[in-house]
């Protein structure tokens, strides 16, 4: 988890490599909708032009299969999911029918200032449509209304660890596998 900018997809590849496991992010599933042209990227297209969230209904749907799916093929590292407390309570819901469960929910904490500069250098690199200076300050806003309190039901279920992920991306990635060390010893 963490804010727009944060590195869950950089860190999500590096662990996925390195854990042999599925790098499951909704952001890169929905654009890959968006680019084919589907009836589920037409109807979330502009929602995400705009940075707000697609629905909790829309989103549970597209994960719920995937998510499963790895968990029978050896685990997985979701990245940008769940982002509202309905979708943690609804992915409990799903984990527990097939016996699953998060082994360490991982918050990657960086300041605003460097989040914006991060999402524009990859709005010159990539031109993703979402990176634009008005749809990023939205995206850190919905993320701070409606993500940000997620910290506190990860905290009380004891599965969260907050990461400095200001560092370079090796520096982050170490810290990640040392958290991820700390929690589940091999
Ligand atoms: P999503 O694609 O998940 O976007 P996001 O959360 O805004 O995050 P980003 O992908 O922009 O950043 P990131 O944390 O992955 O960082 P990255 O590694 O790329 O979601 C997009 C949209 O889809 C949402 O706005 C919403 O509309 C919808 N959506 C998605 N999930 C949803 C859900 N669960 N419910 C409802 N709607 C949902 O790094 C960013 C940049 O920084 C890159 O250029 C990278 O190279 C660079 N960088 C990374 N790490 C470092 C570092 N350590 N130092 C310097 N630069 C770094
Ligand atoms: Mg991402």
């Given at each position: 988890m963490g804010p727009p900018g944060s590195g869950k997809g950089t860190q999500g590849a590096l662990l996925a490599k390195d854990l042999g496991i599925e790098h499951i992010a909704v952001g890169d599933l929905l654009r890959a909708e968006v680019d084919a042209g589907t009836s589920l990227g037409r109807q979330v297209a502009a929602t995400m032009q705009a940075g707000d969230l697609i629905s909790d209904d829309l989103i549970t749907e597209l994960m719920a299969p995937k998510v499963t799916k790895a968990a029978q093929n050896g685990g997985y590292i979701l990245d940008?999911?769940?982002?509202t407390l309905m979708q943690a309570v609804s992915a409990r819901q799903t984990a527990d029918e097939f016996n699953v469960d998060a082994d360490i929910v991982i918050w990657l904490d960086v300041s605003p200032q460097a989040l914006i500069a991060r999402l524009a250098g990859r709005a010159g690199e990539?031109?993703?449509?979402?990176?634009?200076a008005e749809t990023i300050s939205r995206r850190l806003q919905v993320y701070e209304e409606a993500t940000r309190p997620l910290l506190d039901y990860y905290q009380g279920r004891g599965l969260l660890a907050t990461v400095?992920?200001?560092?370079d991306t090796s520096d982050v990635h170490a810290a990640v596998m040392a958290a991820i060390g700390q929690r589940l010893p091999a």
């Open positions: 940008g999911f769940p982002r990539q031109g993703r449509a979402d990176d634009t400095d992920a200001s560092g």
